[in-house]
């Protein structure tokens, strides 16, 4: 079954629309990849199917739910879990307050889903008390994946997971993602330069102008000469 | 009586107006920050608070609570549970306004909403003295005679330790509150990044009914101490003290609950303690010159971080 | 007939007190509507003007007053200008700590800044007289025109009442006139103005002045040349209050009358166009003077009615803010 099934997608902002139609599919289990130049709308896409913004045609599936015309509070319950490229943490919170929002929506003790976290960010255990404000950009991200997982998601999107990391660190990042698949979450991510990413994908896509130009296996679309000159600096 | 000798009595009484201030700071900075616009209307709040409290002490001898004083206090359980029930209405008051108005202005520009609580203030101001009449108005006229605690060279009445006591208390329930409550925390997480708030499934309508709530119920213990303290109420009990209490918010940094309390104290006493150099008359313009040399020196506040 | 001479004296009397508050409106107008200028201190530079116009051309303190020194008895044009002067430097002053800030700031100093100046003008008893104000401001060519009508008066007993009636408030016509012409003047001058590559600039500013300072234009300098040019026409506007109500005391500058009418007139006439910020004059001075009339019947007493009158102006600013936010005549956008 499919986790997300987007079609048709036309969104933006009032007097201006973004997507003209963009289609985008996640299989249960698998890592997709969108990538595409500045302003290709991939940013617009995510916040269209996290219910930031409304979606002026097509529609939005969830496993085999409509959720198109969902509000976010909604889709977290869902299991739908959504890291914005900046601003993605509470900067005057600590770690654990970071976190403990992240499972807002739940009624339960929230302990045995902090250890979750903590074992996949362990760096996160002996800071839990600091304020992220004070933390780097690689801890931050941490957090924001953390805070993310924090309701065990099916499906987890992130926007621009790496960018502004030194490249150790986002080596770090991409292995902690396909650790977070390996526990059967579904990740979709939007990277501007998307070799790394493209390469532990089992699929990607191509935006250009608000609409699909190439998809296909993530190995295939690197291997792609045409989609390597345009989109993945040569 | 030479000035250096009149100081301690003026820091005290600059810490009992601090506190008032304090807690009207609170409602103030909270707005700010879960709303984004500052609420010119916010001092006209603690008289409405003020108000109904005195209103309701009728209703409440009628059910047979005792109007007598509490021990040394100028008033008894019956003006404490006036207070209590006003804070409740005049949150259901701000309530109200903010869905008849507030809430339709939510996506106007910042500069629209603080006009339009420039228009509330004015006709709440009205609306009070429409019904209750522009003449001061009393809730006890126990007369109290001062504790005089000589190491300190200080006279302090039963009433004024009363409101010290309170704003303590209310100020630490506050940040418990902030701390440990799931609302708080929600509230302090749409301050912080109000998207990411509601892409954590935090419903942010709720976040500012909280915020009105709060802010309503401080100001309204903040306007009935007032009256304790001044030993009258007026309908322009809050428009008198808004300065002040813009000044503590500035001077705390602009969005922090935190330094709206500090902020209050500082002007409070800052406001008495010029008393002993400068013409009282000029006493309301102290407020509006810590706010200027706090724009030129330090415009995020003490206690602001930087934006 | 003679109903009919009261009712031109009366809109003559309307049309003086309404076009010092279109002078009042333009001014707000340039600073708020067309820079974005978040001013609700208006009643302080208001206050400065006619303060400064009377003492210019006022008399010197007598033995009645608690004044030492001012009443320089100079002509109304001189007390005029100073008056746009003083008003000036106060912006100066109050724009430099503040321009730089976000909005919020520069509302809460000015709403500071119009307190304060009430403040100095009830303490500085030997400057301002303090509480008791300042009386016996002149009014321009007074002697000659309401002599002139006087003497038209006794010099035919025989014209008939309404006639006597009309002539008996000549002054007050002539001073419309001068209210008028100030007041078109002035709205030529902003009109110009606006229109000038300099309003562009501002206009840019209030929308995004980001843009503004990354095309190296100093934002903080236009934005300070609104503030004081704003300032300047509103203590015109004091000078001219001044010189017809002939007193004035710090009471005449509460927030009320010297702000908040201003803003709402300002928002219903049309935020941004000079021509709704007239109009807007005219109509909530109809308003708040017609409010006075039906108060009358209510069965109300004196404070209630005063409360009333204000409650009214302040849900047609919410209702306006709601329904109608560009207002009456709303800006062209070019």
């Known amino acids: 079954m499919s986790r997300l099934t987007a079609s048709g997608l036309v969104s933006g902002y009032e007097d201006m629309m973004i997507l003209h139609g963009v289609s985008v599919i996640v299989e249960d289990g698998e890592i997709v990849t969108i990538i595409g130049p500045n302003g290709a709308g991939k940013s617009t896409l995510m916040k269209t199917l996290f219910g930031l913004l409304p979606a002026i045609e097509g529609s939005i599936r969830f496993g085999d739910l409509d959720t198109t015309a969902l509000p976010p509070d909604r889709l977290v319950r869902l299991g739908f879990a959504y890291v914005p490229q900046v601003a993605n943490v509470f900067p005057s919170l600590t770690v654990r307050e970071n976190l403990e929002l992240g499972g807002f929506v739940l009624r339960e003790n929230l302990s045995r889903r902090f250890d979750r976290v903590f074992d996949l960010f362990p760096a996160l255990r002996t800071r839990k008390r600091t304020r992220v404000g004070n933390m780097s950009g690689g801890e931050r991200q941490m957090v924001a994946m953390g805070r993310a997982l924090m309701l065990d998601p099916r499906l987890l999107m992130l926007d621009e997971p790496t960018a502004a990391l030194a490249p150790n660190l986002a080596a770090e990042i991409f292995e902690q993602i396909m650790a977070i698949n390996e526990r059967g979450i579904s990740v979709l991510i939007v990277e501007q330069n998307a070799k790394e990413s493209l390469r532990l994908s089992d699929r990607g896509y191509v935006l250009a102008g608000g609409c699909n130009r190439f998809d296909g296996a993530g190995m295939e679309l690197l291997e792609n000469e045409d989609i390597g000159k345009l989109y993945l600096g040569g | 009586m030479d000035v250096l000798s009149r100081i301690p009595q003026l820091l005290t009484y600059g810490l009992i107006s601090g506190c008032i201030l304090s807690l009207g700071g609170i409602g103030v900075s909270l707005t700010y920050s879960i709303l984004g616009f500052s609420n010119f209307a916010h001092g006209d709040f603690m008289a409405l608070g003020a108000y109904i409290a005195l209103a309701l002490l009728p209703a409440i001898a009628w059910l047979g609570i005792p109007a007598a004083s509490l021990g040394p206090l100028s008033f008894g359980w019956d003006w404490i549970l006036a207070v209590l029930l006003a804070a409740m209405l005049s949150s259901a008051c701000v309530v109200l306004l903010d869905r008849l108005l507030f809430r339709q202005l939510r996506s106007a520009h910042r500069i629209t909403l603080m006009i339009s609580t420039v228009g509330v203030a004015l006709a709440l101001r009205n609306l009070i003295q429409f019904i209750w009449g522009p003449q001061p108005q009393t809730y006890a006229s126990a007369i109290q005679k001062a504790i005089r605690i000589e190491r300190l060279g200080i006279r302090i009445k039963p009433d004024q330790i009363f409101i010290i006591l309170v704003a303590l208390t209310l100020a630490t329930a506050l940040h418990l509150f902030l701390r440990y409550t799931k609302i708080g925390k929600a509230m302090r997480a749409t301050s912080d990044n109000p998207s990411l708030a509601r892409v954590c499934g935090i419903k942010t309508e709720r976040v500012i009914l909280w915020t009105w709530i709060i802010g309503a119920s401080l100001a309204t213990v903040a306007g009935a101490l007032a009256g304790i303290e001044n030993k009258f109420i007026t309908p322009e009990l809050g428009w008198q003290m808004l300065l002040s209490i813009f000044a503590a918010v500035i001077l705390g940094g602009i969005g922090n609950p935190y330094g709206a309390i500090v902020g209050g104290l500082v002007v409070g006493i800052s406001e008495e303690v010029s008393t002993a150099f400068i013409s009282t008359g000029y006493k309301p313009a102290v407020a509006f010159v810590i706010l200027i040399l706090m724009l030129l020196i330090r415009p995020t506040g003490l206690l602001g971080r930087k934006s | ?334």
């Open chain 3, 1 to 334: 007939m003679e109903i009919i001479a009261g009712i031109v004296n009366y809109l003559v009397f309307f049309g003086i007190t309404a076009g010092t508050y279109g002078v009042l409106s333009l001014g707000l107008n340039l600073q708020w509507g067309q820079t974005g200028l978040f001013n609700i201190g208006v009643a302080g530079f208001y206050a400065v003007g006619a303060y400064t116009a009377a003492l210019i051309s006022g008399p010197p303190p007598d033995a009645w007053d608690g004044r030492l020194v001012g009443g320089l008895e100079l002509p109304f044009l001189i007390g005029l200008l100073a008056a746009a002067l003083v008003a000036g430097i106060v912006a100066v002053l109050i724009g430099l700590p503040t321009l730089r800030l976000r909005s919020d700031y520069l509302a809460i100093a000015t709403i500071g800044i119009a307190e304060t100046i009430r403040l100095i003008l009830k303490n500085e008893s030997w400057l301002t007289n303090g509480v008791w104000g300042l009386q016996q401001i002149p009014s321009p060519l007074y002697a000659s025109i309401h002599g002139w009508a006087t003497r038209l008066v006794d010099a035919h007993p025989d014209l008939p009442v309404w006639v006597q009636r009309l002539v008996g408030k000549a002054y007050n016509g002539f001073y419309l006139l001068l209210v008028v012409g100030v007041l078109v003047l002035l709205y030529l001058l902003t009109t110009r103005l606006v229109k000038s590559p300099w309003g562009r600039v501002l206009r840019a500013i209030r929308e995004d002045e980001s843009v503004v300072a990354m095309s190296g234009k100093n934002v903080f300098f236009y934005r300070m040349q609104a503030l004081v040019l704003g300032a300047m026409i509103m203590g015109i506007g004091g000078a001219l209050y001044a010189h017809y109500a002939r007193f004035i005391s710090p009471n005449s500058f509460e927030p009320l009358y010297g702000t908040f009418l201003v803003w709402v007139m300002l928002i219903l006439g049309g935020t941004g166009s000079n021509r709704g910020a007239i109009l807007g004059a005219f109509v909530v001075w109809g308003i708040w003077a017609g409010t006075d009339f039906v108060a009358a019947y209510l069965p109300f007493s004196a404070p209630q009615i005063a409360a009333l009158r204000i409650i009214i102006i302040g849900i047609l600013l919410e209702v306006v803010i709601l329904l109608k936010p560009n207002g009456l005549l709303p800006e062209r956008r070019r």
